[in-house]
């Protein structure tokens, strides 16, 4: 056994699965992204139906086993839906998060984190009202979506403080039987995977107009 920080951790050996430790007396979590460093991001929060609301109490960063919260600016007022989605090489973190009076997760905001620079929120595009940042490659660049009042959905991609709708982006002759919907992630060579609205799956590279 390993004292850390007034936790008591047992040490796993290679090969063996290691449960890591909550938010305080938070009682269900979830590991949803790590990367080559061994930094783990997730959630801790209460046993639900799903993996949200409530289950998001908390976003989670753990290094050697110990749990860091990635907390929320709105704080206590709003303990729901606060979800790393990605951790690239740099320990930058992205994801979405809970806002006040919201426990629905009607109008979850997209953010970005590190340990230099803490919380920011990503902007999303003109007249959306709720997004989720999905991944962040090592360069930094942001993908994710998010969707009007009305419920429409637009993916985007975030690069040099410019927030793009990657469908003006699409060159003629993609090949692409629709519009894209979602994206879900992005390498470090700026290609970005997802799924258009007749759920074809796709890989593409952006052409930005400046």
Known sequence: MDAVSGLTREIPRRDEIR???????????????????????????????????????????????????????????????????????????????GVPNDPAGEYTLAFRWNKKDGWEWVPLLPGEVSGTASSINNRGVIV?????????????????????????????????????????????RGEISGTTVTGQAFVASPVWRH
């Open 144 to 188: 994710g979506y998010s969707n009007d009042a009305h419920g429409n959905l637009h993916p985007w991609v975030r690069k040099d403080g410019v927030t793009w709708n990657l469908n003006d982006l699409i060159e003629p002759g993609s090949g692409l039987t629709g519009p894209i919907l979602l994206v879900f992630d992005i390498n470090d």
């Open 19 to 97: 449960a890591l430790p909550l938010i305080g007396t938070d009682g269900s979590g979830g590991a949803t992204a790590l990367n080559d460093r061994g930094q783990i991001v997730g959630i801790s929060g209460d046993c639900y139906k799903a993996v949200g609301a409530t289950s998001a109490r908390h976003a989670v960063l753990w290094e050697d086993g110990i749990p860091t919260e990635i907390r929320n600016p709105h704080g206590d007022a709003a303990p729901y839906w606060n979800t790393p989605m990605m951790i690239n090489e740099h320990g930058e973190v992205v994801g979405f998060a």
